[in-house]
């Protein structure tokens, strides 16, 4: 934009703030009507809720904290095509659907900056081209403010990319090419060069095919000169692991030590060539909030007053629309309006305005108005000394203490065969006076066996744990926390003091199936990184000394709910229907409590890249598991709504009413500022993956009057912003003799298709046709 365009545009929005300024003198009240709909003498006699009132019509509106708005209008929303302008300068002009930019539109910026292209739900969605002030170009698509899928971006430096996109991150193939005629061509990883792809150099026509990891050669590759020599072997930024040889042009390979060059010059010169990383969006569409206003249309005599979006009349607070956040997360209501209007509130007022509220709440579901459970207590009893598991906590602490600080890390993930072996497995006797290779210690004389050790140790590192915290959240100065009651099972659960891990003692037979399916599990892990099944980080044994000679089996597992939010409701869901509900009464249900398919009153909502890689995920993490005769996991599913009122009320999706538990304190608030930034700064999607983190919507549904084996209800429109955790859990569970037993026994008494106890083909079918009516995009 030029200096005589911006100047233009400066005195086109100083003209109008004066408009607007004389607009709201000559109102009778900030919160007045100055629409120029089509208005007649009639009009003043009208019903305000008849149909007539619900047309689309051309309206100018000068809104109470000083926003434009000119184009077409419903309701209380801007519906259709128009322009809004903000008081700091941003502009929207393009299509509207009921308040939300949705569609095709033109949002500026006052520096300059413009997207014109598609927007979805406030964000911009869709194929665009955002111009930055400085001229960083994007032309491609977007979802959510992200630039994601196929997209070509020119920065202001000269540089250029063009190829895949995947969060806002160059991800997938592309090429990238620098002003100074360098350029790559191949895969990428989270904005940097990782995979296998060539780059070649403009000013010498050297040229280096092969392998990449963080921007750098790292694997096999070839650095070909132009007349015609190259050199070939295995590369990395560390000397002690380069090896390869020089062939020069024409003649036989010669020891590359022998020569004047060095594979070093390659990563001095790569090191010059930094991948750009452009401007950032200065505010985003979605952040930009709506002042809306209803107008009144009484007589002179009655002062119009301000209309909140759920139809509540304000108590003259100027508010906002944000679909996240209205008030503090601190409970003050009264505090916080009273600071914000600056003045004092009358109790009794701010009671009925409360009670009114929750009324309309109740009315959007057409039922019962949903709560959170009440808080549960911290899972888990502290093991004690006196305790009668106190002694086999020490054990296990000073076991795995041993297994993690005995070996350093693997070098690589590719394993031998032999490392799967079932015998693979080492014994070390600990005696209390302590031996060669173990401390002393002040628990009884025992000894300790791990399985196939090696496998675990690569797997802890495969799923980024740091032996380090590893053997700390475990083994530290912190006591392990044993749930109340065994499982189904009749094993018994424990809990790191930080949550982080969990260890659960097994029975010989579910060992011996981990074992029998330990290859083709790590196999699995390693090939889909977003797999949803469960983590095992260790499986050992326990075994005491003397007559007793009592074996205890454990298996280290992650926790799928370790998360700095509380997690209001827990689902298991298998897709059967016998016995597959709670057998507690709604007083005692609280926010440990694990739900089951027949208390399932929602439906889960992904946004569309989630949902696609969910599917895909699920039928590969199931046809896993069929393949390994596994039958009996289910989907462990945590929700934590964003959104509750003060008395523990969960707040719709579009009933706007006052937030936070004051039993929650410490649990963060989101904002739709907060998302919108989250998802524009690609750095923080790394605590959001699937099944962890993820932000959702969960759709209430009811079941029909007399089908209570029906599965999944009716979904009712009452829509509620989550936080989501999933994952498959469960997954040692072999169809043997015995379930075949039990199936053919409950067959005689129950529908078939009714019973967990199915034939894993069969389960596996089940389980999905389930998952996939229960998780849905949302559009």
């Given at each position: 934009?030029?200096?005589?365009?911006?100047?233009?545009?400066?005195?086109?929005w100083?003209?109008?703030?004066?408009k607007?300024?004389?607009?709201?003198?000559?109102?009778?009240?900030?919160?007045?009507?100055?629409?120029?709909?089509?208005?007649?003498?009639?009009?003043?006699?009208?019903?305000?809720?008849?149909s007539?009132?619900?047309?689309?019509?051309?309206?100018?509106?000068?809104?109470?904290?000083?926003?434009?708005?000119?184009?077409?209008?419903?309701?209380?929303?801007?519906?259709?095509?128009?322009?809004?302008?903000?008081?700091?300068?941003?502009?929207?002009?393009?299509?509207w659907?009921?308040?939300?930019?949705?569609?095709?539109?033109?949002f500026?910026?006052?520096?300059?900056?413009?997207?014109?292209?598609?927007?979805?739900?406030?964000?911009?969605?869709?194929?665009?081209t955002?111009?930055?002030?400085s001229?960083?170009?994007?032309?491609?698509?977007?979802?959510?403010?992200?630039?994601?899928?196929?997209?070509?971006?020119?920065?202001?430096?000269?540089?250029?990319?063009?190829g895949?996109?995947?969060?806002?991150?160059?991800?997938?193939?592309?090429?990238?090419?620098?002003?100074?005629g360098?350029?790559?061509?191949?895969?990428?990883?989270?904005?940097?060069?990782?995979?296998?792809?060539?780059?070649?150099?403009?000013?010498?026509?050297?040229?280096?095919?092969?392998?990449?990891?963080?921007?750098?050669?790292?694997?096999n590759?070839?650095?070909l000169?132009?007349?015609?020599?190259?050199?070939?072997?295995?590369?990395?930024?560390?000397?002690?692991?380069?090896?390869?040889?020089?062939?020069?042009?024409?003649?036989?390979?010669?020891?590359?030590?022998?020569?004047?060059w060095?594979?070093?010059?390659?990563?001095?010169?790569?090191?010059k060539?930094e991948?750009?990383?452009?401007?950032?969006?200065?505010?985003?569409?979605?952040?930009k909030?709506?002042?809306?206003?209803?107008?009144?249309?009484?007589?002179?005599?009655?002062?119009?007053?301000?209309?909140?979006v759920?139809?509540?009349?304000?108590?003259g607070?100027?508010?906002?629309?944000?679909?996240?956040?209205?008030?503090?997360a601190?409970?003050?209501l009264?505090?916080?309006v009273?600071?914000?209007?600056?003045?004092?509130?009358?109790?009794?007022?701010?009671?009925?305005?409360?009670?009114?509220?929750?009324?309309?709440?109740?009315?959007?579901?057409?039922?019962?108005?949903?709560?959170?459970?009440k808080?549960?207590?911290?899972?888990?009893?502290?093991?004690y000394?006196?305790?009668?598991?106190?002694?086999?906590?020490?054990?296990?602490?000073l076991?795995?203490?041993?297994?993690?600080?005995?070996?350093?890390?693997?070098?690589?993930?590719d394993?031998?065969?032999?490392?799967?072996?079932?015998?693979?497995?080492?014994?070390?006797?600990?005696?209390?006076?302590?031996?060669?290779?173990?401390?002393?210690h002040?628990?009884?004389?025992?000894?300790?066996?791990?399985?196939?050790p090696?496998?675990?140790?690569?797997?802890?590192k495969?799923?980024?744990?740091?032996?380090?915290?590893?053997?700390?959240?475990?083994?530290?100065?912190?006591?392990?926390?044993?749930?109340?009651?065994?499982?189904?099972?009749?094993?018994?659960?424990?809990?790191?003091?930080?949550?982080?891990?969990?260890?659960k003692?097994?029975?010989?037979?579910e060992?011996?199936?981990?074992?029998?399916?330990?290859?083709?599990?790590?196999?699995?892990v390693?090939?889909?990184?977003?797999?949803?099944?469960?983590?095992?980080?260790?499986?050992?044994?326990?075994?005491?000394?003397?007559?007793?000679?009592?074996?205890?089996?454990?298996?280290?597992?992650?926790?799928?709910?370790?998360?700095?939010?509380?997690?209001?409701?827990?689902?298991?869901?298998?897709?059967?229907?016998?016995?597959?509900?709670?057998?507690?009464?709604?007083?005692e249900?609280?926010?440990?409590?694990?739900?089951?398919d027949l208390?399932?009153?929602?439906i889960?909502?992904?946004?569309?890249?989630f949902?696609?890689?969910?599917?895909?995920?699920?039928?590969?993490?199931?046809?896993?598991?069929?393949?390994?005769?596994?039958?009996?996991?289910?989907?462990l599913?945590?929700?934590?709504?964003?959104?509750?009122?003060?008395?523990?009320?969960?707040?719709p999706?579009?009933?706007?009413?006052?937030?936070?538990?004051?039993?929650?304190?410490?649990?963060?608030?989101?904002?739709?500022?907060?998302?919108?930034?989250?998802?524009?700064?690609?750095?923080?999607?790394?605590?959001?993956?699937?099944?962890?983190?993820m932000?959702?919507?969960?759709?209430?549904?009811?079941?029909?009057?007399?089908?209570e084996?029906?599965?999944?209800?009716?979904?009712?429109?009452?829509?509620?912003?989550?936080?989501?955790?999933?994952?498959?859990?469960?997954i040692?569970?072999?169809?043997?003799?015995?379930?075949?037993?039990?199936?053919?026994?409950?067959?005689?008494?129950?529908?078939?298709?009714?019973?967990?106890?199915?034939?894993?083909?069969?389960?596996?079918?089940?389980?999905?046709?389930?998952?996939?009516?229960?998780?849905?995009?949302?559009?």
């Amino acid at each position: 934009m030029s200096k005589e365009q911006y100047s233009g545009v400066m005195r086109a929005w100083e003209a109008t703030l004066r408009k607007t300024h004389a607009a709201k003198k000559r109102a009778n009240s900030i919160f007045g009507s100055t629409s120029v709909a089509p208005h007649t003498d009639d009009e003043e006699d009208e019903d305000p809720t008849s149909s007539s009132t619900c047309e689309v019509y051309h309206a100018e509106r000068f809104l109470p904290n000083g926003d434009i708005y000119t184009g077409q209008w419903y309701e209380n929303f801007p519906h259709g095509h128009g322009k809004y302008l903000w008081t700091d300068g941003c502009m929207y002009v393009g299509e509207w659907c009921q308040g939300k930019t949705m569609g095709s539109g033109r949002f500026s910026w006052p520096s300059g900056a413009v997207y014109d292209g598609e927007f979805k739900n406030n964000y911009m969605d869709g194929k665009g081209t955002y111009t930055g002030p400085s001229g960083d170009t994007y032309r491609g698509h977007w979802i959510m403010n992200l630039k994601h899928g196929h997209g070509l971006r020119n920065y202001s430096n000269g540089d250029e990319y063009e190829g895949d996109w995947r969060r806002g991150l160059q991800e997938g193939n592309g090429r990238y090419k620098w002003s100074n005629g360098d350029h790559y061509i191949g895969e990428w990883k989270n904005g940097v060069i990782c995979g296998k792809g060539t780059f070649l150099w403009a000013g010498t026509g050297n040229c280096y095919d092969g392998h990449w990891e963080d921007g750098l050669p790292k694997g096999n590759g070839t650095l070909l000169w132009p007349d015609g020599g190259f050199y070939m072997g295995n590369w990395s930024n560390d000397p002690e692991e380069r090896s390869g040889s020089y062939y020069p042009s024409g003649s036989s390979p010669m020891d590359v030590n022998n020569l004047d060059w060095d594979p070093q010059q390659v990563f001095d010169e790569l090191s010059k060539s930094e991948i750009c990383t452009g401007e950032k969006v200065p505010v985003l569409p979605s952040q930009k909030k709506l002042a809306v206003w209803r107008s009144s249309k009484g007589g002179e005599g009655n002062k119009p007053r301000r209309m909140s979006v759920d139809g509540r009349v304000s108590v003259g607070v100027e508010r906002t629309v944000d679909r996240f956040k209205m008030f503090e997360a601190d409970g003050d209501l009264g505090g916080h309006v009273a600071r914000e209007a600056g003045m004092h509130i009358d109790a009794d007022l701010l009671g009925s305005e409360m009670e009114q509220s929750s009324g309309n709440l109740r009315s959007l579901g057409g039922g019962q108005q949903l709560r959170i459970p009440k808080k549960g207590k911290k899972q888990g009893e502290t093991i004690y000394k006196g305790h009668k598991n106190y002694e086999l906590m020490l054990n296990l602490q000073l076991g795995i203490r041993h297994s993690v600080g005995r070996a350093p890390p693997p070098d690589n993930l590719d394993l031998k065969a032999s490392a799967f072996d079932v015998k693979d497995k080492i014994w070390t006797r600990f005696p209390p006076e302590g031996s060669k290779y173990t401390p002393p210690h002040q628990s009884c004389d025992f000894r300790w066996k791990d399985y196939c050790p090696q496998v675990f140790r690569t797997l802890r590192k495969l799923f980024k744990v740091d032996p380090a915290d590893y053997m700390l959240s475990i083994c530290g100065n912190n006591a392990l926390r044993e749930l109340s009651s065994p499982g189904k099972s009749g094993s018994f659960f424990y809990l790191t003091h930080d949550d982080r891990y969990m260890i659960k003692t097994m029975k010989k037979a579910e060992a011996k199936v981990l074992l029998r399916m330990l290859s083709a599990y790590y196999n699995h892990v390693r090939a889909f990184e977003n797999t949803l099944v469960i983590k095992f980080y260790g499986l050992h044994c326990v075994k005491l000394t003397g007559p007793a000679q009592k074996k205890v089996r454990f298996i280290i597992m992650g926790n799928l709910f370790c998360s700095e939010y509380t997690i209001h409701r827990r689902f298991d869901l298998k897709g059967s229907s016998l016995g597959r509900t709670t057998d507690k009464p709604e007083s005692e249900i609280d926010g440990n409590t694990i739900l089951k398919d027949l208390d399932l009153n929602f439906i889960f909502r992904l946004h569309k890249p989630f949902f696609q890689q969910f599917c895909r995920q699920i039928d590969r993490d199931c046809e896993f598991l069929e393949q390994e005769r596994i039958m009996d996991y289910s989907l462990l599913v945590g929700l934590y709504f964003r959104e509750t009122s003060v008395a523990g009320y969960l707040i719709p999706t579009g009933a706007r009413t006052p937030t936070g538990d004051p039993d929650d304190e410490g649990t963060p608030h989101f904002s739709r500022a907060d998302v919108d930034q989250l998802l524009n700064d690609p750095s923080r999607w790394a605590s959001i993956k699937l099944g962890v983190n993820m932000p959702a919507r969960v759709e209430r549904t009811v079941r029909s009057t007399g089908c209570e084996l029906q599965l999944v209800g009716e979904p009712t429109g009452e829509f509620y912003e989550v936080v989501m955790f999933f994952g498959i859990i469960d997954i040692l569970q072999d169809y043997d003799i015995s379930k075949k037993l039990e199936h053919a026994y409950k067959s005689i008494q129950y529908d078939p298709t009714s019973i967990s106890a199915v034939d894993p083909r069969q389960y596996s079918r089940r389980f999905r046709d389930f998952i996939f009516k229960i998780f849905i995009e949302d559009a």
